[in-house]
Each structure stands twice: as C-alpha cells, then as structure tokens.
C-alpha cells in the first residue's frame, strides 16, 4: 500500500477527533508556496543527483523549514533513495513526503494532548512575548475545554500591557468563563497567587494563566515568570502542568528564536502556533519539532473562536500536500 494511501486511511479513522479539511484550508498559502516549489523541481529535474538536492535544499529553506533541518531532511532523502535505488525524481515524490511524515511525529512518551491533572485541578501557564496572539488563543483554549465539559477560570497576569486585562475579560465573556484580575500594574505572581486561591475554592477544573510578554521595568521576564511558576508551584507541588508557548507562524524564523529563548529560561512543554492561516512559512512547524523537540500541541488555522486545532501530524502533512494525496487517490 502507498504512503498517500495508508495516511488518507488513517485521516479517515480520526475524522471524529481531527478535522483535516481545517488543516487543508488554513495551509493553503504555505501550500502554494512549499508544495509548488517542490512540483515544480520535481518537473524541472528527471534524475535524482546532487544538482536537484541542491535546489531541494533552496526550496525547503525559503519555506521557513530552518537550515539544521533541511540538511537533515536532505540528508535522510539521499539515504532513502540509496535503499530504494530510486534514480527518477517521479518516484521520489513519496519518498519525500514520507520523511517529512516522519520527522514530525511524536516520540512514544509524549503526550501530543494537553497534560491533564488525573486528581484534581489543571493549571496552565502560557507565556510568550506581545503581539503573537496569546490572549487569543487563551480564549479559544477557555472555549475548547468548556465545549469538552469542564469548568474554566482564567488569570489575567499580564499586568503591563496597556488593554491587556481588559481584552481578556472580553475573552471571558465570550467563553462564559470567569476571569481573576487585578489592576494594570500589579505583581502577575500576585493575580496569580489569587486566582490559585479562588479556583480551588470553586473546584475548577482547568486554571489557564496569562503572563506579560513584556515588563516595563527593567526587570527580566524569565525570572518575573519564574516567579509566577514558583507562586503556582508552591500552592500545588506539581503544577503547573503545562507550560505553553506561543509563537506567531508568519514571523518565522523569529519564531524559532524566540522558541529557543523561553526553553532555555522556562519548562516550555508545547508549543501553540498562531496565524498559520495567514503565512506561507508553515515549515516553521518542522523546524521547531526537529530543532527543539517540542510537540507543538495547538495551530492557530483561523479568526473564529473554534479555529484553534489541536494539532495533528498526519493532517498537516497532508495540508501541505493536498493536491498530491488527491493525484494519488
């Protein structure tokens, strides 16, 4: 049985739980320019040699895949086509969504999901700096577990964005959930510390956290966020339990960068990627699996409140390969 074939069929038995069509849609730009580039050198070049894996490299690369990755990617192709004596670029065109496939699945002992407390409350911290969509998709998360059934209640801890308190009241509203706040300037580990303190009072199922991106002091973010997490920790010993990060899609490798910043300083355990539906640079998503393992957990594919998707390895491949899997069909 083919690649396409045997991850079609897979699609096919998680319709309930993944919506690849969503997937199809939101990667439609990074589609038109990764995928056609990949067309289009598949058609320009007949024989597999060094020339074309060159130039695959060039196409990757300008598709925001990250330069470490791509000469990995590469090089596993070339071994690939080695063992499969593949000499025509035709035959290779599996081959090479196959490996992409690969490169982005979860390890055995990774929880793709969100890490949900068996015994009690769920506290999740999302961190990340201004501007790349975190009150949002704090909302859209709030939104998602209360449509799973549970109680939510959100913490408004980034206390020095000008509106930021405010915009997640808003959130609030439209989530039907409360939001815990205080007023602009106030110590985050403070809200925090109160919105611990409320959520177990009201046995809440889920606490969600917001954090400043950026302080107007010149104290450092890493550490006023360490000190939210000691705050959190030593109300419950073993939260928070997750530690989310959220990083805008369209800026690309700034993205990675940013990735690379808040693991060093913070247990980041996933990655939310916003704006995918708005950028041709969904290679990001490679980069960051590879580079940082991280499981990116979330993808922004849209505006509405249900647009946030949990995300799902086979359907972004197949997002980024729509038309192939429709040839091959």
């Not at 069929?9 to 998680?14: A, E, P, Q, R, S």
């Not at 791509?70 to 196959?98: F, G, H, M, Q, Y």
């Not at 580990?189 to 991106?213: E, H, N, P, W």
């Not at 109300?235 to 960068?257: S, W």
Request: with cysteine.
């Amino acid at each position: 049985m083919s690649f396409f074939k045997k991850l079609k069929d897979k699609l096919t038995g998680k319709q309930e739980t993944t919506d690849s069509e969503k997937f199809k849609e939101g990667l439609s730009k990074t589609r038109g320019t990764f995928a056609s580039k990949m067309n289009q050198l598949l058609s320009r070049y007949r024989k597999v040699d060094e020339d074309f894996f060159e130039e695959l490299e060039d196409a990757l690369i300008s598709a925001d895949v990250g330069v470490n990755t791509v000469l990995d990617l590469v090089e596993k192709l070339k071994d690939e086509a080695r063992l499969r004596n593949i000499k025509e670029t035709s035959e290779l065109r599996e081959t090479i969504v196959e490996v992409l496939s690969d490169m982005l699945e979860a390890d055995e002992d990774e929880n793709p999901g969100i890490n949900l407390n068996p015994n009690g409350m769920t506290v999740i911290l999302v961190v990340g700096v201004n501007g790349v969509g975190k009150t949002t998709t704090i909302g859209k998360l709030a939104h998602r577990f209360k449509q799973e059934g549970k109680s939510v209640m959100l913490a408004a801890g980034d206390t020095f964005r000008a509106g930021a308190i405010e915009q997640l009241e808003v959130w609030g509203e439209r989530s039907g959930v409360d939001v815990i706040k205080q007023q602009e300037g106030s110590d985050p580990a403070a809200v925090v510390y109160d919105a611990v303190q409320s959520a177990k009072s009201r046995g809440v199922d889920i606490l969600i956290c917001d954090t400043a991106g950026r302080l107007q002091n010149k104290v450092n973010l890493m550490k006023e966020l360490e000190k939210v997490k000691r705050v959190i920790t030593r109300e419950i010993p073993e939260a928070p339990h997750e530690v989310l990060l959220v990083l805008d899609a369209t800026t690309g490798q700034n993205a990675m960068n940013q990735a690379k910043t808040f693991s060093q300083s913070t247990d980041v355990t996933g990655i939310v990627l916003t704006k995918l539906d708005g950028t041709a640079k969904g290679g990001i998503v490679l980069a960051i699996r590879h580079e940082l393992d991280l499981p990116v957990k979330f993808v922004g594919l849209g505006e509405k409140i249900g647009d946030l998707q949990p995300f799902d390895a086979d359907a972004f491949v197949y997002g980024l390969f729509a038309e192939m899997f429709e040839e091959n069909d």
